[in-house]
């Protein structure tokens, strides 16, 4: 493995320039979904953990969209810290993101869900996500009664479903370093606002 050693002269005062600069440099690569993280949620009793996709992020944090009736949304309504870890692995870098999830406003989820393919905003439609279903049939059969419901329409926007930003507190940049010797720095950010910045151990 040749990877340039990071140094903090390498990153931005500002978290969300740094991310985008990985972002981008995660793009350019032959990964199929760069913006594949992993979310973890807890009730404060169970944590759980799964892949979703991040659609955007902004200077707020990092949005997500899903059904509001799934598992994760309902282990956030009880428990609004969040981790997100983004892992490239053909760059040896990783990104782990510490902070709050907030509901988007409808007119942002509306604004996302008008951009998606109909297909999936007939699928958003007609799962109850994380629900126990008897078979796939079900499925099948609701996405036929859904498809009729909306034949020759615009499929407006269910009110199951809608977005989360993680709004970050803490964000930490790691880069693999020969010897298991690797670069992390972590951005920590005050209660009046402001980003520290801090190397941290292998």
Same mark, same amino acid.
């Given at each position: 493995m040749n990877v340039k050693q990071l140094d903090q002269t390498d990153l931005s005062p500002d978290p969300f320039l740094t991310f985008e600069s990985w972002f981008s440099s995660a793009s350019e690569t032959d990964i199929d979904e760069p913006n594949a993280m992993s979310l973890a949620t807890s009730d404060g009793v169970e944590v759980s953990v799964r892949m979703v996709l991040m659609k955007y992020w902004d200077a707020e944090g990092f949005v997500f969209f899903t059904n509001y009736g799934?598992? !994760? &949304? *309902? *282990?956030? =309504?009880?428990? =609004? $810290?969040?981790? %997100? %870890?983004?892992?490239?692995?053909? %760059?040896? $870098? *990783?990104? $782990?993101? +510490?902070?709050? &999830? !907030? $509901?988007?406003?409808?007119? +942002?989820?509306?604004k996302y869900f008008a951009t998606r393919p109909r297909g999936s905003q007939l699928g958003a439609w007609c799962s109850e996500q994380s629900t126990t279903i008897s078979s796939r049939e079900v499925l099948s059969s609701k996405l036929e009664e859904i498809k009729r419901k909306f034949a020759n329409r615009e499929i407006p926007l269910p009110s199951m479903w809608g977005g989360f930003r993680v709004v970050p507190h803490r964000i930490e940049f790691w880069q693999q370093g020969e010897s298991r010797l690797h670069d992390r720095f972590v951005y920590e950010r005050s209660d009046q606002g402001a980003w520290s910045i801090h190397r941290l151990a292998p």
């Open positions: 799934s598992r !994760k &949304a *309902q *282990q956030i =309504s009880k428990n =609004s $810290r969040a981790g %997100l %870890l983004f892992y490239w692995e053909c %760059l040896h $870098r *990783q990104v $782990r993101i +510490e902070g709050v &999830a !907030k $509901r988007v406003s409808a007119a +942002e989820s509306f």
